[in-house]
């Protein structure tokens, strides 16, 4: 008997368009002695951190500070062993990259960015505070329980959201992998306590944390190519979590594919979800690859969304959406 699934509902009336789009680029421009490139090359996740907006990448060591209305960053390095902070096909290294996919801002203002968990490699976190320069924190543990917990992993994980909730962490599982061993990929969240979460980190992730309440989603498809969750993050004063997913015709977790179309979402506090397409001002589809999402701290019907192009010549954008009808 195969397994009930939440299936996301299009809602009617709603519209969510991208109002502008900004390429991000590093005001300091590039640098070989810190192997930075000229801009921010793969944006995977957004919070807000220090008054601008924290842009993690999946394939560059560096967090870029942005400013959205801009688009201009600050670069800041993360450590490294050997000094290289660029990892993709052209320089041969992809699976060194810790594939930082998403990233939030904890209660007591420190960032945390997670790793996908999809190689050995990812298996790790990145802390950062306002005191403390950023450090990795390894985290075998807790990706071996997300794993093993297949109704959130299905056939390959692939933590791509995370968010606090409540008095949860909220995790978001990408169901973009290959199929495996009889399982099939997943899209699911998992919510974790945020009190043991803490003490855990706090400990460098020696003690065990147990699996919480998870739920696997079904969030459609466009032109045959199913949607996968791309970031969550907490609705402001909603009582709800949003969410950005995109529908890429990837293989397995490991390599990249074509977008046929992006998508903004909900999740409501009975667990139901919607989503709905983004577009253009025409009403065109928007087939940029949404990664990360954060809301406007100014105003409600926006929120920044971070687009990577999965090019390495080319910078992320970071795009303007208009909420209308939510």
């Given at each position: 008997?195969?397994?009930?699934?939440?299936v996301?509902?299009?809602?009617?009336?709603?519209?969510?368009?991208?109002e502008?789009?900004?390429?991000?680029?590093y005001a300091?421009?590039?640098?070989?002695?810190?192997?930075?490139?000229?801009?921010?090359?793969a944006?995977?996740?957004a919070?807000?951190?220090?008054?601008?907006?924290?842009?993690?990448?999946?394939?560059?060591?560096?967090?870029?500070?942005?400013?959205?209305?801009?688009?201009?960053?600050?670069?800041?390095?993360l450590?490294?062993?050997?000094?290289?902070?660029?990892?993709?096909e052209s320089?041969?290294?992809k699976a060194?990259?810790?594939?930082?996919e998403?990233?939030?801002?904890?209660p007591d203002?420190?960032?945390?960015?997670?790793?996908?968990g999809?190689?050995?490699?990812?298996?790790r976190?990145?802390?950062?505070?306002?005191?403390?320069?950023?450090?990795?924190?390894?985290?075998?543990?807790?990706?071996?329980?997300?794993r093993?917990?297949?109704r959130?992993?299905?056939?390959?994980?692939?933590?791509?959201g995370?968010?606090?909730?409540?008095?949860s962490?909220?995790?978001?599982?990408?169901?973009?992998g290959?199929p495996?061993?009889?399982?099939?990929?997943?899209?699911?969240?998992?919510?974790?306590?945020?009190?043991?979460?803490?003490?855990?980190?706090?400990?460098?992730?020696?003690?065990?944390?147990?699996?919480?309440?998870?739920?696997?989603?079904d969030?459609?498809?466009i032109?045959?190519?199913p949607?996968?969750?791309?970031?969550?993050?907490?609705?402001?004063?909603?009582g709800?979590?949003?969410?950005?997913a995109?529908?890429?015709?990837?293989?397995?977790t490991?390599?990249?594919?074509?977008?046929?179309?992006?998508?903004?979402?909900?999740?409501?506090?009975?667990?139901?979800?919607?989503?709905t397409?983004?577009t253009?001002a025409?009403?065109?589809?928007?087939?940029?690859k949404?990664e990360?999402?954060?809301?406007?701290?100014?105003?409600?019907?926006?929120?920044?969304?971070?687009?990577?192009?999965?090019?390495?010549?080319?910078?992320?954008?970071?795009?303007?959406?208009?909420?209308?009808?939510?």
């Open positions: 008997m195969s397994e009930v699934r939440v996301a509902r299009r809602p009617a009336g709603v519209r969510v368009v991208v502008r789009a900004l390429p991000m680029l300091e421009g590039a640098d070989l002695s810190t192997d930075r490139p000229a801009f921010v090359r944006g995977s996740g919070t807000w951190f220090r008054g601008r907006l924290a842009v993690v990448q999946d394939d560059t060591a560096f967090i870029a500070l942005v400013d959205p209305a801009t688009g201009m960053a600050h670069a800041v390095p450590p490294v062993s050997d000094g290289v902070r660029q990892f993709g320089r041969g290294n060194r990259k810790a594939d930082l998403s990233v939030l801002t904890l203002g420190r960032l945390v960015a997670f790793g996908s999809s190689t050995a490699a990812r298996e976190l990145l802390v950062w505070s306002e005191s403390d320069p950023p450090r990795w924190v390894a985290a075998p543990a807790l990706y071996a329980m997300l093993a917990e297949t959130f992993s299905g056939s390959e994980i692939n933590v791509e995370a968010t606090v909730f409540g008095a962490l909220r995790l978001f599982n990408r169901g973009n290959a495996r061993d009889g399982m099939a990929p997943r899209d699911a969240t998992m919510d974790l306590p945020l009190e043991a979460f803490l003490a855990l980190l706090d400990e460098g992730f020696a003690g065990e944390l147990h699996p919480g309440p998870t739920t696997p989603y969030l459609g498809c032109d045959g190519v949607f996968g969750f791309t970031d969550g993050v907490a609705w402001p004063n909603r709800r979590v949003a969410f950005s995109a529908a890429e015709a990837s293989p397995d490991f390599h990249d594919g074509a977008c046929a179309g992006a998508a903004f979402g909900w999740i409501d506090a009975t667990g139901e979800a919607f989503l397409p983004v253009l025409d009403g065109s589809p928007f087939n940029g949404i990360g999402l954060a809301f406007d701290e100014g105003d409600p019907t926006r929120v920044w969304a971070v687009v990577d192009a999965d090019d390495e010549a080319a910078p992320s954008v970071l795009c303007a959406l208009r909420l209308d009808g939510i």
